[in-house]
C-alpha cells in the first residue's frame, strides 16, 4: 500500500492531541520497552548540555538500518507524537513497516530547547499560546545547525554536545536512511530530501491530499532550491548556500552556525528526508494563480519588513545589553536573530532588484512572504521579550530593563492583534503524524526496499 491509513496510526494507545513533553514521550517509549522487552531496548548516547540524557531506542531487524530523530528543533514537536506511533507500528507490525531494518530511534534530540516550549503543547494549540511560549535556539546551538564544516575559508568546529550525540551514533550504525522530524508552522506541507529521485519526489508530493492537507507551493524557505516535484526541494548542503551567496554578492557572513544532517551524513552515503508540516493550513498556501501585485513589490515589502523588525530588537539590544546579567537561552538566541533579521532584509532587498522578480506574484508567493515577515517578528521579538522577562521575574532588571521590555511588549501585542489567522483551528494531530509516517515509509521504501511501492 502507497501510505498508512488513519486507522493504521491507531496502533496502541497513543493520545491524539495535543504535544508530550520530553519526560511524557521518554516514560512512553521506556515503558514499551518493558511490554516488548526482546523487541526494543533502550540506551543514551549522550548528554544535554544541562545534562539531560539523549535517548535512544532500538527495534532490532537487518543489516540495513534506519535512524529516525525527533525534537531537532525544539519548538517542533509534532515528531514526539510521530516517534510515538511509529514504534507501535513497527512492534505491532514489523512485517508491513520494518521492512528488514533495525530502527535507531531518537525521541528527542534537544530536551533542554524543548522544555522552554512545553507552555504550549497541551491542547488546545492556539497560536497567541505558540508565540508567548516560543523558543528556539541561535543558530550555533541548533542541533540541526552545529555539525562541524569548513569550506572556503568558512568553518564550523563547535558541535554541541546534543549534536555530538547524533554524530556518534551517525558514524556507529552508518545509516542507510536518515528521517529528521521538523516541522513548519502555517501554510502547507513540503519536504527535502538529498535523492535526485523524480519516483520518491512525486511520491512525497502526492501524501499530503491524501491525509487532507494542502501542499506549500509559495516562497520556499531559501532562496534558489532545486525543485524535484511540487512542494518537494532538493536538500541544500552549506557548500552549496556558500557558493550560491558568493555568486550573489550579498556581503556579511554566508553563512550562519555549522553544517547540517545532510552534510554529515554525506559521508555515510544516506538518504536523508524532512517533512515540513504546518500546525495551521491555509488554502493561499497552494493558490499559484496570479495576484494584483508583482514578485518584485512583495520582496521589497517582506525586506521592508525584516528591516523593522531588525532595528527594533538591535535598539533595545544595545540599550540593555550592558544591564542583563542573566546568560538565558532568550538572550543568545535573540543576539543572533536580530542581525539575521537584517542580513535576510539585504538578501531579500538584493533579489528584488533582479530581472527574475519582474513578474506577477501568484497568491501563495504573497501569502508565504507576507507570512514570513509577521512570523519572525512573533517569533524573535518574542524570544526577546522572554529574555527582558526573565530579568524582570528575577527580580534583577534595571530601568532600562523594565522600560524595554514595557515598549517590546506593546508592540509585540499589537502584533499578535493584527495577525488575522490568529482563530484559526489547528490542524488535526493525527492527519500531521500520518503524513510524516508516509513520507517516512516512502523514503525507506525507495532506499532499503529498492521498489517504487
Not at 538500518?65 to 510515538?84: L, M, S, Y
Request: net charge negative.
Amino acid at each position: 500500500m502507497p501510505f498508512p491509513s488513519l486507522a493504521d496510526l491507531d496502533a496502541g494507545d497513543v493520545p491524539g492531541d495535543g504535544f508530550p513533553t520530553v519526560d511524557e514521550v521518554r516514560d512512553d517509549l521506556a515503558a514499551l520497552c518493558h511490554v516488548y522487552p526482546e523487541r526494543i531496548s533502550a540506551s543514551v548516547i549522550g548528554r544535554s548540555r544541562l545534562g539531560e540524557p539523549i535517548d535512544l531506542f532500538t527495534i532490532a531487524g537487518g543489516a540495513r538500518t534506519v535512524v529516525v530523530a525527533a525534537g531537532v528543533h525544539p519548538n517542533e514537536p509534532i515528531g514526539f507524537r510521530t516517534v510515538q506511533h511509529l514504534v507501535r507500528l513497527l512492534l505491532a507490525q514489523p512485517d508491513t513497516y520494518g521492512f528488514g531494518a533495525t530502527w535507531h530511534i531518537v525521541p528527542c534530540a534537544d530536551p533542554d530547547g524543548t522544555r522552554l516550549n512545553e507552555g504550549w503543547f497541551a491542547p488546545p494549540l492556539r497560536r497567541d499560546d505558540y508565540y508567548r511560549g516560543f523558543y528556539r535556539p541561535a543558530p550555533v546551538e541548533q542541533v540541526e545547525w552545529s555539525f562541524p564544516f569548513s569550506y572556503r575559508g568558512f568553518g564550523f568546529d563547535a558541535p554541541i554536545p546534543e549534536t555530538s550525540a547524533l554524530m556518534s551514533l551517525f558514524d556507529r550504525v552508518s545509516p542507510d536512511v536518515f528521517v529528521g522530524l521538523h516541522n513548519g508552522e502555517f501554510g502547507g506541507v513540503y519536504f527535502y530530501t538529498n535523492e535526485p529521485d523524480p519516483l520518491l519526489a512525486r511520491e512525497l508530493s502526492a501524501i499530503p491530499e491524501e491525509f487532507g492537507l494542502p501542499l506549500d507551493v509559495g516562497e520556499p524557505e531559501i532562496a534558489g532550491l532545486e525543485t524535484l516535484a511540487d512542494a518537494v526541494f532538493r536538500a541544500p548542503l552549506t557548500r552549496e548556500l556558500i557558493d550560491r551567496h558568493l555568486a550573489l554578492e550579498l556581503g556579511g557572513e554566508p553563512h550562519a552556525g555549522g553544517a547540517g544532517t545532510a552534510d554529515y551524513l554525506e559521508r555515510h552515503g544516506t538518504t536523508t528526508m524532512i517533512a515540513e508540516l504546518p500546525y495551521w493550513i491555509h488554502a493561499d498556501a497552494a493558490d499559484t494563480a496570479h495576484a494584483d501585485v508583482s514578485y518584485r513589490e512583495v520582496l521589497a515589502a517582506k525586506a521592508d519588513a525584516l528591516d523593522e523588525l531588525h532595528a527594533l530588537m538591535t535598539g533595545i539590544l544595545d540599550t540593555v545589553r550592558c544591564r542583563m546579567t542573566i546568560d538565558s537561552p532568550f538572550l543568545r538566541a535573540s543576539e543572533a536573530f536580530a542581525p539575521a533579521m537584517g542580513a535576510v532584509a539585504a538578501a531579500e532587498r538584493a533579489r528584488s532588484a533582479t530581472a527574475e522578480t519582474d513578474r506577477p506574484a501568484t497568491v501563495a508567493e504573497v501569502f508565504g512572504n507576507a507570512e514570513v515577515a509577521r512570523t519572525f517578528a512573533l517569533r524573535f521579538g518574542g524570544i526577546l521579550r522572554r529574555a527582558l522577562d526573565a530579568e524582570v521575574r528575577a527580580g534583577t532588571a534595571a530601568p532600562e530593563v523594565r522600560a524595554a521590555l514595557a515598549t517590546l511588549t506593546a508592540r509585540w501585542e499589537r502584533w499578535l492583534a493584527d495577525d488575522p489567522h490568529v482563530d484559526l483551528e489547528p490542524v488535526p494531530v493525527n492527519a500531521l503524524v500520518g503524513v510524516q509516517l508516509a513520507a517516512l515509509f516512502a523514503t525507506v521504501r525507495r532506499r532499503v526496499a529498492g521498489s517504487a511501492a
